[in-house]
């Protein structure tokens, strides 16, 4: 019992040193958000007094406002329209039977294999043939086709247990309506999984918006602040920080009000 005990302590000391650790980072930038220039050159940890001065200049400068609404159409069109197809795709490839199955499964999941950049040239050519460069249309169609979400929905759903659906086709619904009232609302937490996953992921997104993006007014948050630095001289590093923790309230929003949703929805299949 005492060597189990003392097990216990160990592994809650390896947890909790290592989230200090990965919340050392965090920490460094939101406190240095409310410093001066010399407190962060000094790598003072707390500021000496609080101020709103870095996120006063970083509004009235900077395009931040401009490049916030544009990571949230991006962000939130791409995660919508990303659930649904992999809504549609994963219902196909898990509960539904027809021939060549198993090769779409596989031609679906071709994605984890294919990276981003051994595309980007030939889809960027396409798009400038359809003249949706530096658009909210070239910025958003790529990125919704997700393996990752037809993957999660269709072992989800492959895990129900049939005779839900079985008990619908005896009340005479389709096929749309077995999909609409029966599988959708078992597979909530599959489907929160999957559209914080595609909501951080276009939030985050940084190399796509820089290649298709010509303008500072189409520019995305993280592609804005990367130019910040660079762009003005008389923007330094406090303003800079507290430009960041703007960019990072979204994302920690979503993750504090559904991260119940999120550890359902990767115990795939769980249901039976």
């Known amino acids: 019992m005492k060597a189990t005990r003392w097990r216990k302590y ?7 040193a290592v989230f ?13 958000s409310f410093k001066t220039e010399k407190e962060i050159a000094a790598q003072q940890w707390l500021p000496s007094k609080w101020r709103l001065d870095n996120y006063a200049l970083i509004l009235g400068r900077a395009k931040i406002s401009r490049w916030f609404l544009n990571s949230l159409i991006v962000s939130t069109t791409s995660t919508i329209g990303i659930v649904f197809i ?13 021939p060549g199955k198993r090769i779409f499964f596989l031609f679906a999941l071709s994605g984890f294999m294919i990276p981003l950049h051994a595309i980007m040239i030939p889809l960027f050519l396409l798009l400038k043939k359809m003249n949706m460069i530096n658009t909210y249309g070239g910025l958003i169609l790529p990125g919704l086709a997700s393996s990752l979400g037809v993957l999660v929905l269709s072992q989800y759903f492959k895990g129900i247990d049939r005779e839900f659906d079985e008990a619908a086709r005896l009340d005479g619904a389709s096929e749309w309506q077995i999909l609409y009232w029966v599988m959708v609302p078992m597979a909530i937490p599959a489907i929160i999984t ?8 276009a939030w985050n997104d940084f190399v796509w918006p820089l290649i298709l993006a010509q303008t500072d007014k189409m520019y995305t948050l993280p592609v804005g602040l ?8 008389n923007i330094r590093f406090g303003p800079i920080m507290a430009a960041n923790v703007m960019a990072s309230l979204p994302v920690f929003i979503v993750y504090l009000f559904f991260q119940q949703y999120l550890v359902r929805g990767v115990t795939i299949g769980d249901l039976k």
Do not use: K
């Open 86 to 98: 992999s809504l549609f795709a994963g219902y196909a490839l898990g509960r539904m039977e027809f």
């Open 20 to 32: 200090l650790l990965y919340m050392m980072p965090l920490f460094w930038m939101v406190t240095s």
């Open 194 to 201: 999957v559209a914080i996953v595609s909501f951080t992921g």
């Open 10 to 16: 160990v592994l809650t000391g390896v947890v909790v």
């Open 226 to 233: 990367a130019t910040l630095a660079g762009s003005d001289t």
